[in-house]
C-alpha cells in the first residue's frame, strides 16, 4: 500500500479509538448500572424466595392452626424481611388480599382489581362476541397494565402492589355490590397504595389511581396522582415506566379477516396517525411526543390519551399462532413524564369503545383514523358522501339490507349521466367498426402500424368520435367502486346485522359448510358471493354483445371472464355486505342497458356521425403530431 493508503487506515483506527473512548461510561454511570442490576438480581432472587416460603406454608399437611405458633412467627418474620429487601418503603403494600370493585354504566361494564389498582375486566354492554358471549376486551390476566419507578435503588412495580379502593373520596367496600351510573351522573374510582412512611398518618403519602367514569360516554377520565412521595421515590428521571399489554380475543366470526387488521394505532403530537403494519408482526421504537396509543381490533379499541403528552414508546404486535381464539398480543412500553412527586397529578383519559365514526370523530382526536376508510379521495368518498348518506337512510330505522339496496339506488342515480356518456360512446364505436375494419384490411403489414392509426384517428376525428370518452366516465367510476370496497367490511353498524340468509352483514354468509377446506375458496359457500360471481358474468357477456368494437387486445375477453372466477375465492370469506352492494349494482346496470338500448337510436345515431363528417373539424396538436410522423414515413392522409 502507497502511503496515503497507511495514513488513511491510521486515521480511521484513530477516530474509532477516540470514539470508543468518549462513548465509554464513566466510573460513576458503571457504578450506576451495576447498582441497578444487583438491585433487580436481589429482587429476583427475593421475590421467588417469598414465593416459595409462600407455597410451602400452604402445602404443609397439617393445618395451619396446628403448627407450632414459634414456626408460624418464624415463618412470618423471615416474609417480613424479605418484603422490606424487595419493596422497602412499599413493603406493606405489596401484601394483601385481592378483591374486586364492579361498575355497570350505560354502555361499559368495569371490574377493578385491588391488585395493582389496574382495570381486570372490560366489557361492552350494547354487544356479543360472534359466539353470542358477553363482549370483553379486557379479561382478567390477558391483559397487564402496570407502572414502574425507583424507590432507594429498588425497582417497584405497581402490579405487585396491593391498592385500597375509594368512591368519591370515601373508602369503599367492594362486598357492598356493584356501582350502577347513568345518564349525565359521573363516578370517581380510586384505588390508593399507601408507602409504610407514618404509621400515625398512613394516608400522608400515597399513589392514586382515579378512573372518573359518566353514564353515557365510551371514554372516561383517568388520572395518575404521587402525593407526598417525596422521600421514596426518585424523582430523577421525572418520568414513569408504563408497561400495557393485552392478548386480545376474537370478536368476530372471520378469525383471519380481523386479525389483518388488529394492530397498535398511534398519533404523535401535533402530527398524523400511524401503526404498526397489521400484515405481520411488527414493533417501533417511537422516539418522538405521542398524543395517544390505541390497541384497535376491527370494531373495536381500546386507547389511552394524554393530556399533554406521552415522551416515547416502545411498541410491538406478534400473532397468536396457539388453537385458541386470540388474534395478537400487543404492547406498548411508554414514558409518561410528572413534575413533582409531592404532589402532582398526570392526566389522562382513555376510551374502550366501538370504532364507530360519528362516535370517535365528536372526541377531535383523530381517532376515526383507526377507522380504514381509505386514503385520500377514497376516504373523502366514503367520510362526505357515503357515511352521511347511510347515516341518513339509518335514521329511518330500516333493515340494513334495505339501506345498502337504497344507497345503491342512490350512488347509481348520481352515475347516471356518466354511465349514459360511457354506452354512447361506445355505440358509436361499435357504429363505426365496420370502416375500422377496412382501415385494419387496408394496412395488414406491421410497418404501416403508425399508418393505420393515423387513419383510425382521422376517421374519429371526422366523425366527432373521441375513443378515450368511453374509459374516462369508468376510471371516474373507479373511486366510488373502491371507496365502498373499504366502507363496508369497516362499518361497525353491519355488524351482527341479518338480512335474507345472512346473518351478519359484515362477515361471510355461509349456506353451505364444506366438511374440507378448497385452496384460495374456504370452507363454506357464500351465496351472495356466488350470485354476485355469476350476475358479473353475465354482465361482461352482455358488455361484449352490446359494447364490443372489435379491438380488444389478444386475450383480453379470455381475463374479462377469468377475474370474476378470481375474485370468487377472495369474496368468499369477505363481507357479504359487499358482495351484496356489488350484485346490486350489477342488477341495476342491467335495467341501465336495456334502458339505454331502447332510449338510443343508434340509425340516428349513425346519420349524425355521416352529418359529422362533412362538416370541417380542427385538428388537434395530437392529431397533428401524428400526421407529421406520418408523412415522414411517406404517407399522405386523404383529405
Request: proline fraction near 4%; charge should be neutral.
Amino acid at each position: 500500500m502507497d502511503r496515503n493508503s497507511i495514513l488513511g487506515l491510521l486515521l480511521i483506527f484513530l477516530i474509532l479509538v477516540g470514539y470508543s473512548l468518549w462513548m465509554r461510561p464513566s466510573p460513576e454511570e458503571k457504578a450506576r448500572e451495576e447498582a441497578v442490576l444487583d438491585s433487580l438480581r436481589k429482587e429476583n432472587r427475593i421475590r421467588d424466595s417469598i414465593a416459595q416460603v409462600t407455597q410451602a406454608i400452604q402445602e404443609q399437611s397439617e393445618p395451619a392452626q396446628n403448627l407450632g405458633s414459634d414456626s408460624l412467627t418464624q415463618a412470618g418474620e423471615v416474609m417480613d424481611s424479605m418484603r422490606v429487601d424487595a419493596f422497602g418503603a412499599f413493603s406493606q403494600a405489596s401484601q394483601g388480599t385481592e378483591s374486586f370493585v364492579e361498575v355497570e354504566t350505560e354502555l361499559l361494564q368495569l371490574t377493578f382489581t385491588t391488585r395493582g389498582g389496574r382495570i381486570y375486566r372490560a366489557g361492552l354492554a350494547e354487544f356479543r362476541s360472534y359466539d353470542s358471549l358477553p363482549l370483553t376486551l379486557i379479561g382478567g390476566d390477558s391483559t397487564y397494565f402496570q407502572y414502574s419507578f425507583f424507590s432507594g435503588n429498588r425497582l417497584i412495580n405497581t402490579g405487585d402492589l396491593y391498592f385500597k379502593p375509594f368512591i368519591n373520596g370515601q373508602p369503599y367496600d367492594p362486598a357492598e355490590g356493584t356501582l350502577k351510573v347513568s345518564g349525565q351522573d359521573s363516578v370517581r374510582i380510586s384505588m390508593r397504595a399507601y408507602p409504610n412512611l407514618d404509621t400515625a398518618n398512613p394516608e400522608s403519602a400515597y399513589i392514586e389511581f382515579a378512573y372518573t367514569l359518566t353514564g353515557n360516554n365510551y371514554m372516561f377520565g383517568y388520572d395518575v396522582r404521587l402525593y407526598g412521595l417525596e422521600q421514596v421515590m426518585d424523582a430523577r428521571g421525572k418520568y414513569l415506566t408504563l408497561d400495557w399489554g393485552s392478548r386480545l380475543r376474537q370478536q368476530e366470526k372471520s378469525l383471519e379477516n380481523e386479525r389483518i387488521v388488529t394492530t397498535v394505532y398511534y398519533k404523535f403530537a401535533n402530527e398524523s396517525v400511524d401503526r404498526l403494519t397489521e400484515r405481520k408482526d411488527a414493533k417501533e421504537s417511537l422516539r418522538n411526543r405521542l398524543k395517544w396509543i390505541a390497541f384497535k381490533q376491527q370494531f373495536f379499541s381500546m386507547v389511552l390519551i394524554a393530556d399533554d403528552a406521552f415522551l416515547n414508546a416502545d411498541v410491538s404486535s406478534q400473532t397468536e399462532t396457539g388453537e385458541g381464539k386470540y388474534l395478537k398480543t400487543l404492547k406498548s412500553t411508554i414514558d409518561v413524564p410528572f413534575e413533582d412527586v409531592r404532589d402532582h397529578t398526570i392526566s389522562m383519559a382513555m376510551y374502550i369503545g366501538p370504532n364507530k365514526f360519528k362516535t370517535l370523530k365528536r372526541f377531535d382526536l383523530e381517532l376515526e383514523e383507526m377507522i380504514p376508510l381509505g386514503w385520500g379521495i377514497l376516504s373523502w368518498i366514503n367520510m362526505y358522501a357515503v357515511i352521511p348518506v347511510f347515516d341518513f337512510l339509518e335514521g329511518f330505522d330500516l333493515n340494513y339490507g334495505i339501506i345498502i339496496l337504497l344507497l345503491t339506488i342512490f350512488l347509481k342515480i348520481i352515475l347516471f349521466p356518466i354511465a349514459y356518456k360511457t354506452y354512447v360512446s361506445s355505440a358509436k364505436m361499435r357504429i363505426l367498426r365496420p370502416e375500422v375494419e377496412e382501415i385494419n384490411e387496408k394496412f395488414p403489414k406491421k410497418e404501416d402500424a403508425l399508418k393505420k392509426q393515423q387513419a383510425t384517428m382521422d376517421l374519429y376525428r371526422k366523425a366527432g368520435v373521441n375513443p378515450m370518452s368511453g374509459c374516462i366516465p369508468m376510471l371516474l367510476q373507479l373511486p366510488i367502486l373502491i371507496a365502498l370496497f373499504r366502507f363496508f367490511p369497516a362499518s361497525i353498524e353491519l355488524r351482527q346485522q341479518a338480512f335474507l340468509w345472512a346473518e351478519d352483514l359484515s362477515s361471510y354468509d355461509s349456506v353451505l359448510d364444506l366438511p374440507f377446506n378448497i385452496p384460495f375458496y374456504g370452507d363454506h359457500v357464500s351465496l351472495f358471493t356466488l350470485l354476485m360471481t355469476i350476475s358479473t358474468i353475465i354482465y361482461t357477456r352482455m358488455n361484449n354483445q352490446m359494447m364490443s368494437t372489435g379491438n380488444q387486445l389478444p386475450g383480453m375477453k379470455t381475463m374479462l371472464y377469468l377475474m370474476p372466477i378470481m375474485f370468487l375465492g377472495f369474496f368468499n370469506s369477505y363481507a357479504s355486505g359487499l358482495s351484496y352492494y356489488y350484485l346490486l349494482t350489477n342488477l341495476i346496470t342491467f335495467a341501465q342497458m336495456y334502458i339505454f338500448r331502447w332510449v338510443i337510436n343508434e340509425d340516428k345515431l349513425h346519420a349524425r356521425i355521416q352529418a359529422n363528417k362533412k362538416k370541417p373539424v380542427k385538428k388537434s396538436g395530437f392529431q397533428k403530431r401524428l400526421e407529421e410522423m406520418a408523412k415522414q414515413r411517406g404517407y399522405q392522409p386523404k383529405k
